[in-house]
């Protein structure tokens, strides 16, 4: 397997600065920018929308990860390919036909993720896994960063290992929510290439960021 992918979700940087905040987290070793987007429907938070991608897409050359966490979405899709996501994440539940979605983020032109829920079961990757080049294992509930890693999701990203190898296919394993130095080192073990970190990237401030990164590594 290759080295695990660092992706800090930028919900835990300074917002007033953002622009400042990717160019330090990619300074510090960053391999793709976490981008949540919320809309205070699907989960209880609202974010960012397409034209803050936008504007932030001259900060970095390093992939935008964009996850997204509205409902419905698929009328937003388009803005989002446009505005520079690389990768485009979706959960099942935010639309009626995932299969369709999935069909649309490819014809965009961009990697397709399908995104599981603490709660969703793996079985509704199992007949859309040749659209997928992603799937993201929530460790949280979405909505908020700084929540506590769910222990239990950790068989599910072995699991899921299983069924990727089986596949034959390059789709990433990523993992996100309560990702920290203290659980990385597990949560690779069970299967994951990539991780989302927020907290876990952005404290202490900017000095700390490339220290931060590495540790996730297990560096
Ligand atoms: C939660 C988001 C996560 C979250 C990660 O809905 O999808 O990306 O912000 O933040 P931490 O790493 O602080 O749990
Ligand atoms: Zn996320």
Known sequence: MSAVRIAPSILSADFARLGEEIRAIDAAGADWIHVDVMDGHFVPNITIGPGVVKALRKHTAKPFDVHLMIAPVD?????????????????????????????????????????????????????????????????????????????????????????????????????????????????????????????????GGPSRYADNIAALRGL
């Not at 520079?84 to 994440?89: K, P, Q, T, V, Y």
């Not at 299969?99 to 007949?127: E, Y």
């Not at 596949?167 to 597990?186: H, Q």
Request: proline share 5%.
């Open 75 to 203: 009328p937003f899709l388009q803005a989002f390919a446009e505005a520079g996501a690389d990768c485009i994440s979706v959960h099942p539940e935010s639309g009626p036909h995932l299969h369709r979605t999935l069909q649309t983020i490819k014809a965009l032109g961009k990697r397709a993720g399908v995104v599981l829920n603490p709660g969703t079961p793996v079985d509704v990757i199992d007949h859309v896994m040749d659209l997928v080049d992603l799937v993201l294992v929530m460790s949280v509930n979405p909505g908020f960063g700084g929540q506590k890693f769910i222990e239990s999701q950790l068989p599910k990203i072995t699991e899921l290992r299983r069924r990727i190898d089986a596949s034959g296919r390059a789709i990433d394993l990523e993992v996100d929510g309560g990702v920290d130095r203290s659980n990385a080192a597990r949560v690779i073990a069970a299967g994951a290439d990539a991780l989302v970190a927020g907290t876990a990237t952005f404290e």
